[in-house]
């Protein structure tokens, strides 16, 4: 089922690619203000963090893109006692994103999947790789809103959640899902 969502929507890219009217490529980066949502969540608190990465824009019309990106993420959460003590998640985040363009401001939405690249626990000056305790694919969602000048400027906030558990051998009931609030600045080349 993975393989085919992801092959779908790879299909999907290279079809809009072909039909595109104009297409742009960019870079981006921003702050990640994260945590984990699951039944018990006494004593964690959001969790700053970077993204960066690029994307592509293939304009269908004046007023409709599809733009996929891919991003370096950092995720997790922090103890709320001791700042020092984080869960540290780091994901490679392939977003394919609609994106409805009004006259500079936009607004944005899609499925997304992200590849664990990394995880570590740090208590103290002490981190700990745990890498194998989480599953390797995270799928979820993305839903924003920004602005973005034609010259190719550009400044957003989205929400990035997660839909499967990202905990290895997790309940079904209790589920550990990424929740990723993103603020951005980017420049896409090519404009008109």
């Known amino acids: 089922m993975k393989k085919l969502i992801l092959s779908l929507g790879l299909l999907m890219s290279v079809a809009t690619a072909a039909s595109a009217q104009e297409i742009r490529f960019g870079v981006k980066a921003g702050a990640n203000y994260s945590s984990v949502t699951a039944d018990e969540t006494d004593g964690i608190e959001s969790k700053i963090g ?19 990106e891919v991003l370096y993420s950092q995720k ?12 540290k998640l780091n994901y490679i985040d392939v977003p394919l994103l609609v994106k409805v363009n009004a006259g500079g401001l936009f607004f944005e939405g899609g499925p997304q999947v992200g590849f664990l690249a ?10 700990r790789d745990i890498k194998d305790l989480y599953n390797t694919v995270d799928f979820g969602y993305v839903a924003g809103l920004g602005y973005q000048l034609e010259s190719g400027p550009m400044i957003g906030l989205r929400y990035n959640g997660g839909i499967s ?28």
């Open 165 to 192: 558990n990202i905990v290895k051998d997790g309940d079904d009931d209790d589920k550990a899902r990424n929740s990723v609030f993103q603020l951005y600045v980017g420049y896409t080349f090519g404009g008109k």
């Open 50 to 68: 970077l993204q960066a990465g690029l994307l592509a824009n293939f304009a269908l019309s004046d007023l409709i893109s599809i733009q996929p």
């Open 118 to 127: 990394g995880a570590k626990i740090t208590d103290g000056n002490e981190d």
């Open 76 to 87: 997790g959460l922090q103890s709320e006692a001791d700042s020092d003590d984080k869960l």
